[in-house]
């Protein structure tokens, strides 16, 4: 990861160099400038020697062959970020400027205020680690029937993962109409998925990293929207647009989903692990069945789809064996009813990890995380 964010300068009006030269200099050792040009074609040649995290591009009066130069570099050099300088004002000239790709326009002459918020921006997305080697895993907590808990699985999966592997992890609750991961983790966050989804046509990886919140725990989480309008009308095209960006941006992508919906069907496909979880009772047994049958339908093997038994009890009425058979479907993981450890952790807003580290369920938490990091590697 890049200690700090590096520049180079393209401007041909020497007073306007020095005083961007100045502004940065002033912001001490985060950013380093790599060197200036005063024309476009040299200061190329220096994107191509020094490989700058931003170039600070003035953009003359003619605006096509401004962008066709925008585009020249993002072509050769996509992680470039662009920030354009002109004089121009007109909203068409910094629509195209913006459409060719320019992360920022700064008016000429550039103001210390505008560069320094545009290069905090920067360093904010740069903090994020890079993508990783490989895509990312997508892992879908879901349950034919409410309340089974897959909300307390998909949050302390999705902590215990981080913390064990040390990896990027996002949460992302696509429980559109009911969510409450923000509740189970007390969080207030600025942003949920529906302005993600609302903004869909310009949605690429620095507009998702500048919404997603991160908790204290070190996960990253993709809110559910506030109000109940905004959740039904999410698609799930644009499900598969977000779903598809994150795979590139993070590791483990742990899915908190609604009962079987389209949106929950695609998330479903999507996925490298689904954790089917559910209650050992007469019913949700029986919707168990269901399930498995059209997760058999629809080509997903006993390789991807585990079942997960929640809240059991070693001396209840149903055993892990007859459920089994019953299903012809192996059990992969049963957690134990604790029922007070797990409302005291919901109502404390915390993990189970941080708010009863000694309760058997953490432990059990903790060995299913195991198992489903195996799975994956
Ligand atoms: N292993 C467990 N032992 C005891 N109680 C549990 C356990 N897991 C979850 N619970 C409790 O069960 C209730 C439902 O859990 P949770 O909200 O995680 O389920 P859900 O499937 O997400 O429900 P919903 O359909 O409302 O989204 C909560 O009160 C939670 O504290
Ligand atoms: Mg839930």
């Given at each position: 990861m890049p200690q700090n964010i590096t520049v180079v300068i393209i401007d041909s009006d020497l007073t306007s160099l020095n005083n961007i030269t100045r502004f940065i200099e002033s912001l001490g050792d985060s950013v380093s400038i790599e060197g200036t040009a005063p024309t476009f074609e040299k200061g190329y040649e220096l994107v191509h020697k020094k490989r700058p995290m931003v170039v600070i591009m003035e953009i003359g009066s003619d605006v096509n062959l401004a962008i066709e130069r925008i585009e020249q570099i993002l072509s050769r050099f996509p992680q470039v970020s662009i920030f354009a300088t002109s004089e121009d004002k007109s909203s068409e000239t910094i629509l195209r400027v913006m459409r060719a790709g320019a992360t920022e326009y700064l008016l000429r002459p550039v103001s210390q205020t505008d560069l320094t918020f545009a290069l905090q921006k920067i360093g904010r997305l740069w903090l994020v680690k890079p993508v990783e080697e490989e895509a990312g895993r997508i892992i879908t907590v879901f349950s034919p029937k409410g309340g089974a808990g897959v909300t307390t699985i998909a949050i302390n999966v999705a902590t215990n993962i981080h913390q064990m592997t040390g990896k990027s992890t996002v949460l992302v609750d696509?429980?559109?109409?009911?969510?409450?991961v923000t509740t189970f983790l007390n969080m207030k966050p600025a942003y949920t998925i529906s302005d993600v989804t609302m903004n869909i046509s310009r949605l690429d990886r620095n507009f998702l990293q500048g919404v997603i919140a991160k908790h204290e725990s070190g996960i990253s989480v993709l809110a559910e929207p506030q109000k109940l309008e905004e959740g039904v009308s999410i698609s799930s095209s644009e499900i598969k647009k977000v779903l598809s960006l994150l795979k590139s941006m993070y590791k483990y992508i742990i899915i908190d989903a609604e009962t079987i919906s389209e949106r929950t069907a695609i998330a479903i496909e999507m996925s490298?692990?689904?954790?089917l979880v559910f209650i050992l009772s007469l019913p949700s047994i029986k919707n168990m069945q269901r399930h498995l049958k059209y997760f058999d339908r629809i080509g997903l093997g006993k390789d991807r789809v585990k079942l997960v038994a929640n809240r059991y009890l070693k001396k209840g009425d149903i055993t892990i064996q007859d459920t089994e058979k019953a299903l012809n479907y192996p059990i992969f993981f049963a957690l134990p009813n604790e029922y007070d450890t797990a409302m005291m952790c919901l109502n404390k807003g915390v993990p189970i990890s941080e708010g009863a580290p000694r309760s058997q369920l953490n432990q059990s938490l903790k060995e299913l995380t195991k198992m489903v990091v195996q799975s994956q590697s």
């Open positions: 696509l429980d559109l109409n009911a969510g409450d490298d692990l689904i954790l």
